[in-house]
């Protein structure tokens, strides 16, 4: 085997997994963080993020000593870069996001000193059509006396791939090992090293294309996701004007065998689904048009479930004159970023949940199963509630989140003033089969 160490840039939802399944199939792995709490989190054997299984992964890796983790770089046989590559913020309405590439400039930064003839560097986060090629320009410029493939193609000192990632954040490990891998190589032997890698733990196939169709592929396939829950969304507020049930209307549809609608919500979260289609967008707006669009359907639909809420608000005061709006109590159902994990970083039901802490004038109670203590942003009209509690105490009860144990619970032992289900988990279906 060519391959006897290996370091991993960047020790997030996607490195520190890749770096663990590497130890574990005993090659030495060195972790490189600029977060010096993740390094020593990881050092003591621990983890400090939520993934099922990968805690012990990480502790048995460490234990045995093929896991380690440093704020520094050393040298390494292959170095794989998974850093966040997020995107600008922008002051100016209806501006398109340009993407951020300065974590992946810093990881050129990192490695470089300690590159050597003979490495593989991949980069494996989510990157705009061209970051592979600008990656290894990096490198150039900071490592004269090396080539690249750019220049050298197959005889290059370096060889450079992109190898996106594309595991689903709660299944990661099991992901990692048997999806499928797209490989794109800046040359041929790129491609062919990096297969030589991943064919360490990776039971799927691992495909082999050129990077900049690597990079789209990635691109492509969250793109792909958004336009399709836009589409859904879209159905969502078309229902409600006319009165249909979206949640039966899709499952009706659903049964076509050439039809496959996703679900609507309160929006798309996470740091793939609403990011990654805006770089096509930013790359080619003229053509992007209904990458564009689902976008913006699904950034706008946190909106419209507020909208909903002062609508039942309304409702329900006119419907009891002698109560005032001081008097409601709502509750907001989840607000992780989908269902069943702790992760609420671009969360459109947080987002909802703290828009809502600013104009609701009453109590707030919010049920997060997967939480401890509220985020600080929360003012302290909002306390961490029980389910159960919750689902006594509300007058607005809104479902933002299909977390199990909502899922499991009975809706019709209770009796709730005003349901907001953005996850139709509790609006019932009159769908008979024969
Ligand atoms: N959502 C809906 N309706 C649906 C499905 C999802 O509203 O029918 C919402 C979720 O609630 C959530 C958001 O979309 O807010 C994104 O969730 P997700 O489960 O669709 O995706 P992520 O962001 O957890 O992971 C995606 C995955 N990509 C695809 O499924 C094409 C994963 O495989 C990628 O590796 C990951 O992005 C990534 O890292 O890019």
Redesign the pocket.
Known sequence: MSFKTISVIGLG??GLPTAAIFASRKLKVLGVDVNEHAVNTINQGKIHIIEPELDAIVYKAVQQDYLQASTIAQPADAFLIAVPTPFKATDKAGAIPQPDLHFIEQAAQTIAPVLEKGNLVILES?SPVGTTEQLAAWLKGLRPDLSFPQDAGDDADINVAHC???????KVVK?LVH?DRVIGGMTQRCSERSVELYKIFVEGECIITNARTAEMA?LT??A???V??AF??ELSMICDELDINVWELISLANRHPRVEI?????????????V?PWFIVSRTPKQAKIIQQARQI?DAKPAWVLAQYQQKLDQLLSENPDQKAEDVTVACLGIA???D?DDLR????LNIALELNQLHQGRMLIVEPNIEQLPPAFNEQATLSKLNDAMIEADIVLLL??HKPFTRFDIKKINVPKLIDT?GIWTPHHVFTQ
């Open positions: 939802y996607i989510t996106p990632e594309r595991v689903l954040p709660g992901e999806n990635k396939e969250n792909s996701r958004d399709n829950i859904a969304n996703l679900q609507p919500g309160p929006g798309v979260g996470g740091h793939c689904i609403a990654d699904n970023f989908k269902a994990i671009e969360s459109p039901a989140v299909d996850r």
